[in-house]
Nanobody
């Protein structure tokens, strides 16, 4: 059974930081490309950041310079370090695992709220 379990969400003030984690099980993690998506109320789900199985990274323009995606293959986990958070970063953040679009899986999501 494949599971992607996110953690680390919560309420933070503007300018603050959070680190999200996504622990994967049931897949050969090291060969999967991984990503973080987010979905705000009334909006479509959008790509935030992704990291390939080789460790190459890509970011949405809106988070470049503020967010960092990383992976630890020994722990089957990816992370999203989010700094200088803004109210517009408020969303449910989802972990995504992709094997060359042949197989893909979603986590259940974790809420991030940026508000004073």
């Amino acid at each position: 059974q494949v599971q992607l379990v996110e953690s680390g969400g919560g309420l933070v003030q503007p300018g603050g930081s959070l680190r999200l984690s996504c622990a994967a099980s049931g897949i050969p993690f090291n060969i999967y490309d991984m990503a973080w998506y987010r979905q705000a109320p009334g909006s479509q789900r959008e790509l935030v950041a992704r990291i390939t199985s080789r460790g190459n990274t890509d970011y949405a323009d809106s988070v470049k310079g503020r967010f960092t995606i990383s992976r630890d293959n020994a722990k089957n986990t990816i992370y999203l370090q989010m700094n200088s958070l803004k109210p517009e970063d408020t969303a449910v953040y989802y972990c995504y695992a992709d094997l060359r679009n042949i197989r893909y899986y979603w986590g259940q999501g974790t809420q991030v709220t940026v508000s004073s």
